[in-house]
């Protein structure tokens, strides 16, 4: 295992008996999704959410400024895709999958979460993880190396149920991209928890609400 992110845990009662590891986007931190711990109304469920901070790099799009990021982005459309980036990130966010099945959460008791390129990280994490997974939550992205999904996907996650949230009005990542990426998934046989809002390239009250009862959900199993 290489050196672990470092990350913000936050448990919602001791002895957790599930996780979250929950990504940010693009130029934020882990501090990020933090205040939405509460607004989950979780309490009564023992898990340990999980926030790391991306690393630090160069993003083209944004000048070449250096900021938290998953990955490189060259182009606005997010098409000319950093796949070494993306596995990079991969392999990270596995080394904390495997320090939590070494704190005693199993897999199966894990979520992995994300929004924008947390979420592309998340989708594409969690469909190509060797065990199986409690579920994968993704905000506001897309599948990043779609082409390469069907090669590459794990056994072990494919009746893994997906949570996929998008605004209808998101300028960041077009809505018709997040389609296209569900589409693909349900062609490939995934099961797609699809949410529309009415809303930009953000998180609202309402899907606050919708993840609460999925997490409820899939970590009750």
Not at 104 to 129: C, E, N
Request: hydrophobic residues 40%; negative net charge; charged residues 25%.
């Amino acid at each position: 295992m290489s050196e672990l992110l470092e990350c913000i845990e936050l448990e919602t009662a001791p002895a957790p008996t599930a996780a979250v590891i929950w990504l940010h986007g693009l130029g934020a931190d882990g501090n990020d999704f933090v205040p939405i711990v509460p607004e989950l109304g979780l309490s009564d469920m023992p898990i340990r959410f999980i926030f790391p901070h991306a690393p630090r790099q160069a993003v083209t799009v944004n000048n070449g400024m250096v900021m938290r990021a998953w990955y490189d982005i060259s182009d606005a459309a997010i098409r000319r895709e950093d796949e070494s980036g993306v596995r990079a990130s991969q392999k990270r966010i596995e080394d904390l999958i495997e320090r939590e099945q070494q704190r005693g959460i199993p897999a199966s008791k894990l979520v992995l979460a994300g929004f924008s390129q947390g979420g592309a990280i998340a989708l594409h994490t969690g469909l190509r993880f060797s065990s199986k997974l409690a579920g994968v939550m993704a905000l506001s992205c897309y599948l990043p190396l779609a082409d390469k999904l069907d090669a590459e996907a794990s056994e072990a996650n494919r009746n893994t149920s997906i949570f996929m949230g998008h605004g209808l009005s998101d300028p960041v990542v077009v809505h018709s991209r997040a389609v296209e990426s569900r589409e693909h998934l349900r062609k490939n046989g995934y099961r797609i928890d699809w949410h529309d809002y009415r809303m930009p390239h953000s998180v609202c009250g309402e899907e606050v609400t919708d993840i609460s009862a999925w997490l409820r959900q899939v970590l009750s199993v």
